[in-house]
C-alpha cells in the first residue's frame, strides 16, 4: 500500500503560482510513476502530468505545457506540481497518483491522494 497526503492548494489571482506537494509513504516510492490530475466541478478527471519512476522523465497535457512542471525527491518520498501562469480555468481539486505504468489515464494508477483545492481568481 501507498499513502498519498496532498498539500499545498488554496486561493491565488490569475497570473499567480502555487507548488503542490504530494508525500507518500508505505511502499517503496521510488519504484512508482507519479501522475499529477485534476477534477474541476462538472467536469471529467484529467491528465495533467507524470513523472517516471526510472528516469524522472516527465510529460504534460498540452493545456499545462510551459506553465507547469513536476518534479520528485525521492529521498524525501515527495513529488511536486510547480504551477505559474495560473488560469481561472485551472481551478479544480488536484489529486496526485502512484502507479506502475506511466500513464495518461486515471484508471491506471492504483493509489490516490484525498486532494486538494485549487482556485484562480481574475
Known amino acids: 500500500q501507498v499513502q498519498l497526503v496532498e498539500s499545498g492548494g488554496g486561493l491565488v489571482q490569475a497570473g499567480g503560482s502555487l507548488r503542490l506537494s504530494c508525500a507518500a509513504s508505505?511502499?517503496?516510492?521510488?519504484?512508482?510513476?507519479m501522475g499529477w490530475f485534476r477534477q474541476a466541478p462538472g467536469k471529467e478527471r484529467e491528465f495533467v502530468g507524470v513523472?517516471?519512476?526510472?528516469?524522472?522523465?516527465?510529460r504534460y497535457a498540452d493545456f499545462v505545457k510551459g506553465r507547469f512542471t513536476i518534479s520528485r525527491d525521492n529521498a524525501k518520498n515527495t513529488v511536486y506540481l510547480q504551477m505559474n501562469s495560473l488560469k481561472p480555468e485551472d481551478t479544480a481539486i488536484y489529486y496526485c497518483a502512484a502507479g506502475s505504468v506511466d500513464s495518461r489515464t486515471w484508471g491506471q494508477y492504483n493509489y490516490w491522494g484525498q486532494g486538494t483545492q485549487v482556485t484562480v481568481t481574475v
Open positions: 513523472i517516471s519512476w526510472s528516469r524522472g522523465s516527465t
Open positions: 508505505g511502499r517503496t516510492f521510488s519504484n512508482y510513476n
